[in-house]
């Protein structure tokens, strides 16, 4: 808190601050030292951008006159949301725009927006117990989401939200009633404790929904459901099981939200499967009888832009039909991720053939959008370590086709930045030709060494941007050909690194 008043007496300095306010014990934080800072105010006075943001979505000013953030060099957390100072390890606060990277500037900004959410939902009011915790850290992410999408319009992160969801259904409900709902919330805990039944009750009645129907299904058992689809004579037969990675069958039950749409997104359909399966004719949906034989432009595609919290399976003739709706850019950028990311869970978990997986990747290869490419890339190369253990002789066809996969987005991107490019592009950039470095993509390795080669000669070069130099240096430790090379590359790694270059292990925070 800040400085109510100072006294010196002799050698003794006395300081008085301000009164605390009550506070859950897990928060208090004190850090002593000297330190160099920057600072900002708030349209209020209060010293620190986000802030502002958050105000006005909940309604609720700031509840402290200060707010401090500040990095440590070794931090075992990501980050920490004491309330009033907030901790951060080095790489999660600080960014150099000559040093770091794109990736580096969006971490830096959904930890520190992740961060000062919970100044509110979770410091203002606090879970009632550590089981609830779940609510508190999920809705800090959502709403870290949300204020980098005000802050950042231009990084689509929405779209990259797809990764960190775990709420599913209720990203809907907070779309459209969590601003009056989550007002309501802390004008009556604020500085208090609350349940997740406060939160369903104030959804509830914003809404006028069963949400604490819906939601009891989903938090008071665990996992989630994966739901089967089947086309045949003119009826959907949906059929729900809880999902294991093992591959294992689970139990459970769902209050599954069911959309889908057939052929366009105009024509959208939904509703409520509460049961562990059920038959619908396509007539009582559609308007229309939908047989098997349908052209492929008449394809089928079941949770709609990835709303709900569940995988979908589709049989052999529906897949077929959405592989060409992915190659005629039919579908939207969440539901084109929405597919690849099932795909490769239900293959990992043994309920879907690796070839089929291929075979939808291969769907992807003029994809243009970042958030789905960087998960063809991690998939990618996820399946190259698990055929490298299986049966590595076929490891290196399976390099050559995914090599062959990216040839298209690299040619598209290139090596350089270009002027005016979009920061997705940037974050594509390294994300990209460090995957084709470390599946031997000859030009990828021949050029990043000859970047390498410029930078040892010139740090000050253009030729290695910040975006590009993890791939770099993954195709420089795969190009090691003499003695000489080696001691190069030691020397230049035994040099203090480049913190802000570090593409850290992400943590929980």
């Known amino acids: 808190m800040p400085v109510l008043d100072e006294k010196v007496e002799g050698d003794i300095k006395i300081v008085h601050y301000q009164e605390s306010p009550i506070m859950s014990t897990y928060l208090v934080a004190a850090v002593v030292g000297l330190f160099d800072y920057v600072e900002d105010h708030t349209p209020d006075g209060i010293k620190v951008r986000t802030l502002g943001l958050y105000k006005d979505y909940f309604e609720t000013p700031y509840s402290l006159p200060k707010l401090d953030m500040i990095p440590f060099p070794d ?243 529906l897949s077929a039909k959405l592989r060409y709706a992915i190659e005629s850019k039919s579908l939207s950028t969440m539901d084109r991720y929405g597919i690849l990311d099932d795909s490769f869970a239900l293959s990992m978990a043994g309920q879907l053939p690796l070839s089929s997986l291929l075979t939808l990747m291969g769907a992807y290869r003029e994809e243009p959008e970042y958030t789905v490419l960087s998960n063809l890339i991690s998939v990618s190369s996820k399946v190259a370590r698990i055929v490298a253990d299986a049966d590595n002789t076929m490891l290196d066809n399976i390099k050559m086709f995914f090599i062959n996969l990216f040839q298209y987005s690299a040619e598209r991107i290139g090596f350089d930045p270009k002027k005016g490019e979009s920061h997705l592009d940037a974050l594509l950039r390294g994300e990209l030709f460090a995957t084709l470095a470390v599946f031997g993509h000859e030009d990828t390795l021949l050029e990043a060494n000859k970047r390498f080669q410029a930078f040892l000669e010139d740090r000050n070069t253009h030729l290695h941007p910040p975006d590009i130099r993890r791939a770099v240096y993954v195709a420089v430790m795969k190009k090691f050909s003499s003695n000489e090379k080696v001691k190069e590359v030691e020397e230049f790694f035994c040099k203090p690194c480049e913190a802000f270059n570090r593409k850290d292990v992400k943590t929980e925070y």
């Open 75 to 317: 931090f075992a957390a990501g980050a920490m949301e004491n309330y009033g100072l907030v901790t951060y390890r080095e790489t999660a606060l600080l960014y150099d725009d000559k040093h770091s990277a794109a990736a580096n500037k969006q971490r830096v900004a959904t930890v520190v927006a992740h961060e000062l959410a919970h100044q509110w939902f979770g410091n203002l009011v606090t879970m009632e117990w550590w089981t609830q915790l779940w609510l508190n850290k999920g809705f800090a992410t959502w709403v870290s989401y949300l204020a980098a999408d005000g802050l950042f319009p231009e990084w689509k992160i929405w779209t990259q939200f797809l990764d960190e969801s775990t709420e599913g259904e209720i990203d809907e409900i907070f779309d459209a009633i969590s601003y009056p709902s989550t007002c309501q919330i802390y004008k009556k805990h604020a500085c208090s404790n609350a349940k997740p039944k406060d939160l369903w009750a104030a959804l509830e009645e914003e809404s006028k929904e069963p949400v604490t129907k819906l939601m009891d299904s989903w938090t008071k058992q665990k996992a989630y459901p994966v739901v089967s689809v089947k086309l045949k004579d003119s009826k959907f037969e949906f059929e729900q099981v809880q999902f294991l990675s093992s591959g294992c069958q689970g139990g459970g039950q769902w209050a599954v939200p069911i959309t889908l749409c057939c052929g366009s997104y105009e024509a959208r359909k939904s509703f409520l499967l509460e049961t562990k399966s059920k038959t619908i004719d396509t007539s009582s949906l559609f308007g229309r009888s939908i047989s098997d034989n349908e052209p492929s432009s008449s394809w089928i595609k079941v949770n709609v832009d990835r709303a709900g919290f569940y995988r979908v399976k589709y049989d052999e003739q």
